[in-house]
């Protein structure tokens, strides 16, 4: 009797032991941050705030480097136009070498050897390609 009763025993501490081990049931339903009550809806909340604001932010800064790239281009226009009036005015020749990107009013075609140069009031323009981009070069005089 006392070796079935042992036997009993250590079949139960065995058995006892193996369930120890197998997860419960009740705790695979529910999933640890669902337990609290309202902890994933505030994190949710809290992930879409902080990727809506990293993107807007991003969306901000290239929006401010268009503008500072369409700033300086309209101040780099303003100035050649600003040059070329103001040699115009004067009467002094522009400095051969200067790119200008369009051509003054009142200038007269000229082709000279198959080049087609520009006259613009004593200045000589020869179209060029910076880039994609038309301009006119200021030349010597052909």
């Known amino acids: 009797m006392k070796t079935i009763c042992k036997g009993i025993l250590i079949a139960m501490a065995l058995g006892l032991m193996l369930f120890a081990d197998?997860?419960?049931l009740f705790e695979q339903w529910v999933p640890d941050a669902h337990a609290i009550y309202g902890?994933?809806?505030?994190?949710?909340?809290?992930?879409a705030v902080v990727v809506g604001s990293a993107a807007s932010a991003?969306?901000?800064?290239a929006q401010q480097q268009a503008?500072?790239?369409?700033?300086?281009?309209?101040?780099?226009?303003?100035?050649?136009?600003?040059?070329?009036?103001?040699?115009?005015?004067?009467g002094s020749a522009v400095?051969?070498?200067?790119?200008?990107?369009?051509?003054p009013a009142g200038?007269?075609?000229?082709?000279?050897?198959?080049v087609?140069?520009?006259?613009?009031?004593?200045?000589?323009?020869?179209?060029?390609?910076?880039?994609?981009?038309?301009?006119?070069?200021v030349v010597q005089k052909p």
């Open 116 to 137: 087609n140069y520009f006259n613009c009031a004593g200045a000589y323009y020869k179209a060029a390609f910076q880039g994609n981009n038309l301009v006119y070069v």
């Open 67 to 90: 503008a500072a790239a369409e700033q300086e281009a309209a101040a780099a226009k303003q100035e050649a136009a600003a040059a070329q009036q103001q040699a115009a005015q004067s």
């Open 95 to 103: 400095p051969v070498g200067t790119v200008a990107p369009s051509l």
């Open 22 to 24: 197998v997860p419960l």
């Open 39 to 47: 902890v994933r809806r505030r994190t949710a909340r809290r992930t």
């Open 107 to 114: 200038c007269q075609s000229l082709v000279v050897n198959n």
């Open 58 to 61: 991003q969306t901000a800064a």
